[in-house]
């Protein structure tokens, strides 16, 4: 007899034969409930709290990733959990964000394209049009009045996704597997973009039946998973998308709620992974038509890296993981309040000083914070260049696995010491690895080295809270005058927006998308020794 797994507050039911886990109900019934570690249970991310119904008994994992309350609150590891009658639980929803929390790039173009006026019609009143930047880890939406351009709100979530696994490759695989498998992602997409879009409208005193147009950015495999189209192909050398064309398609054969005749512009991609998030960076950060040599890096869960020299053009994509913005650590977190951001050493015997998003008690680590505590492990000699742990330092506590952590906060309102694991410092070598690796074989293209940068430009929400010194410390970020890099916030969202408002800036980014030389990391010459280089840590911090 089949059990009634019954998640709130959407109300969402399904029916799963007892024995099977809270997880597997929730993909079932399209939650979106993170699983970076793919339901294993050593994320601690695909937590759900249990108000009603019997469930197995709490396994040792779960002893161990809910700690100080959690567990007494009704918290559970959803992969952990077996559902064994019918039971009603509560998981974690799509957020919504204050526009500051999604600042946008600069748009160097749009004052010319508002002052040209409206050039995309629609029959609504007062047309609203939406510019979607569709992240792997991140969705991030803004709502445009198309009459005279105005920015008038904003919005995040995390992409439902993540239930599938942190990394994209595992998520085309999934939807390789079957017709069906490929549809389920497609709609759990659709679902959060409409259900952004209508918490978007409502909060404006509108509808979804207002937005006449939205432009949708994302990397390769993003696009693929929102249009449901053939990805297999994009997981196995020679990493080919099914198309790279724009197009322009009508919202409701896509399932999104839009007006009448409403339609979704999907810019060109670029090429392999490299997508029209790219792109977009490309075009609101105008770099074609600068001299001298200029970086732009989009940080996430997959980093893209644009180097412009006298305006040509080369990019690559690198896949960076989801270590350095908090998730697949056992304490990671998102940006929320409590997750540590800033991270300092305040004494010469090596205490280390912390400040909280909201100076909330600290119950998590966010990105900022994770390169913040890196570089003062690093500076403190508590781990060396190859990223090993100092034995028979204060901080470390032994793990009977082998797996020591050390402490970076003690008696945390988790009711525990928040630590970082010595496979947890691996996994964020590994992708800072990545993002240097993948910098310094664009320069090595040109002959040139790190030196020679005139400006780098960081771009991303993520990117826009790091500290720069701390990215340079590790070694993230190539060391140069501080006065050359800037913080630019979300670039491909403005960029998204800027073919969103303006016909001239559509036209553009496809002419550009033309130019800009994709470049295959694995098949360059050094690749591999330059990796393996950029995950230790820089000489000169120890
Ligand atoms: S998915 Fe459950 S702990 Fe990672």
């Known amino acids: 007899m089949s ?28 939650i979106p409930l993170p699983a970076a570690c793919g339901g294993r249970g050593y994320c601690g991310k695909c937590r759900a709290r249990v108000v009603g119904g019997p469930l197995s008994s709490v396994t040792p994992r779960e002893k161990e990733a809910l700690t100080g309350t959690l567990l007494a609150d009704g918290w559970r590891l959803a992969c952990q959990c077996k559902v064994t ?24 173009g749009l004052a010319a394209a508002e002052a040209a006026g409206p050039r995309l019609h629609t029959g609504a009143r007062e047309p609203l049009g939406c510019a979607v ?15 005279d351009g105005a920015l008038l709100g904003a919005s995040g979530a995390g992409n439902p996704q993540s239930s599938w696994g942190a990394d994209i490759i595992t998520r085309l695989a999934f939807g390789a597997r079957s017709a069906e498998n490929g549809k389920k992602l497609q709609r759990v997409l659709v679902k959060s973009v409409n259900l952004m879009t209508a918490h978007g409208a409502a909060a404006l005193g509108r509808s979804p039946a207002d937005i006449g147009e939205m432009v949708v950015v994302g990397n390769s495999g993003m696009h693929h998973m929102f249009l449901d ?19 322009t398609l009508a919202a409701r054969d896509l399932g999104i709620s839009m007006g009448p005749g409403g339609c979704v512009y999907m810019p060109p991609l670029v090429g392999g992974f490299v997508g029209s998030d790219l792109l977009a960076v490309a075009l609101s ?15 996430g869960t997959n980093t893209e890296v644009l180097l412009s ?18 998730a697949a650590l056992r304490y990671g977190s998102l940006a929320e309040p409590g997750a540590i951001e800033r991270m300092w050493i305040d004494d010469p015997a090596g205490g280390l000083s912390f400040r909280t998003v909201g100076d909330r008690p600290a119950n998590g680590i966010c990105g900022s914070g994770i390169i913040d505590a890196l570089g003062c492990m690093r500076r403190l000699g508590e781990i060396s260049r190859t990223g090993l742990m100092r034995p028979g330092s204060s901080r470390v506590q032994a793990d009977p696995g082998g797996d020591n952590r050390f402490v970076l906060a003690r008696a945390t309102s988790l009711g525990a010491d928040l630590t970082v694991s010595q496979s947890e410092i691996r996994a964020l070598q590994l992708a800072k690895g990545a993002i240097r690796a993948g910098i310094d074989t664009l320069l090595a293209i040109h ?11 960081v771009a991303g ?11 340079m410390e590790i070694g993230l970020l190539p060391r140069i005058p501080l006065d050359r890099i800037r913080q630019v916030g979300n670039a491909a969202g403005a960029g998204a927006a800027l073919m969103l408002l303006s016909r001239e800036e559509r036209a553009r980014a496809e002419a550009l998308c033309r130019s800009i030389t994709h470049v295959e990391l694995s098949l360059q010459p050094g690749f591999r020794r330059r990796f393996a280089h950029a995950q230790w840590f820089p000489e000169e911090s120890a």
Not at 85 to 108: F, H, I, N, W, Y
Not at 137 to 144: D, G, V
Not at 286 to 299: E, H, S, T, W
Request: charged residues 20%; aromatic residues 4%; negative net charge.
């Open 85 to 108: 009658g019918s039971v009603t639980a509560e998981t974690l929803q799509v957020r919504d964000s204050a526009k500051g929390d999604l600042a946008l790039g600069e748009m160097p």
């Open 229 to 247: 189209l053939p990805g297999a192909q994009l997981i196995r050398a020679p990493y080919l998308p099914a198309t790279l064309d724009a197009m």
């Open 3 to 30: 059990c009634t797994v019954q998640f709130e507050p959407s109300g969402t039911a399904v029916e799963i034969e007892p024995g099977r886990t809270l997880l597997e109900a929730a993909r079932e019934a399209e």
């Open 461 to 471: 929400t993520f990117g826009a809270h790091i500290a720069i010194e701390s990215a």
């Open 133 to 147: 930047d569709l992240g792997t880890t991140n969705i991030a939406m803004y709502l445009y009045r198309m009459t």
């Open 285 to 299: 950060t105008g770099m074609d038509r600068q001299r001298g040599v200029r970086l732009a890096i989009d940080i």
């Open 309 to 326: 020299v006298d305006g040509a053009l080369h990019c690559c994509s690198t896949a960076s993981g989801p270590a350095l913005e908090g």
């Open 447 to 457: 002959g040139l080295d790190a030196g020679r940068i005139d400006q780098v430009t």
